[in-house]
């Protein structure tokens, strides 16, 4: 009889944490699905938010755009969108002589990040999402200016 109750003992144990298993990985495994995904055309549901921003400027301070740290309640994701205060004219090319815009979104947990750039005759770009359930992630950009390289950081969500 012990024996038996000893089996019936074990078993039930191992199938709870199976069970577990699938339970914390369920969600997480889920979102891990969008990283890298088109937040256009994900149809998440939820709700779509900016969450943390910061001011893109040049060294002396002139505002060139705003970075933002978007985030998705559906999909558990985030992504950095850019929206610079004028259409970028010249970049990208060495007669240009500097860079165009970019921005980054990058997960805290394991530093996993997607970019956008800002192209000629653009004013914006938003990356490809990282899955945000139960970790954290910030956006970051690059402006390449007559002064230098700027790097603008939001803070984490």
Do not use: F
Not at 112 to 127: A, D, F, L
């Amino acid at each position: 009889m012990r024996t038996l109750l000893r089996r019936t003992a074990q078993a039930g144990t191992a199938l709870l944490l199976a069970a577990g298993a699938l339970t914390l990985t369920g969600g997480s495994a889920q979102a891990a699905t969008y990283d890298g995904g088109d937040p256009g055309t994900a149809n998440c549901g939820g709700t779509t938010s900016t969450v943390q921003s910061a001011p893109m400027t040049d060294q002396h301070g002139t505002h060139l755009g705003t970075l933002e740290l978007r985030y998705n309640s559906g999909c558990r994701t985030a992504w950095a969108r850019i929206t610079l205060d004028y259409t970028q004219s010249a970049c990208g090319n060495a007669s240009a002589g500097v860079a165009c815009p970019k921005a980054w979104v990058i997960r805290n947990s394991d530093g996993r990040q997607y970019t956008c750039t800002v192209t000629q005759g653009h004013s914006s770009c938003y990356t490809p999402m990282v899955n945000d359930a139960g970790v954290s992630s910030y956006a970051q950009s690059y402006t390449d200016t007559a002064g230098g390289t700027k790097y603008t950081r939001t803070g984490s969500y």
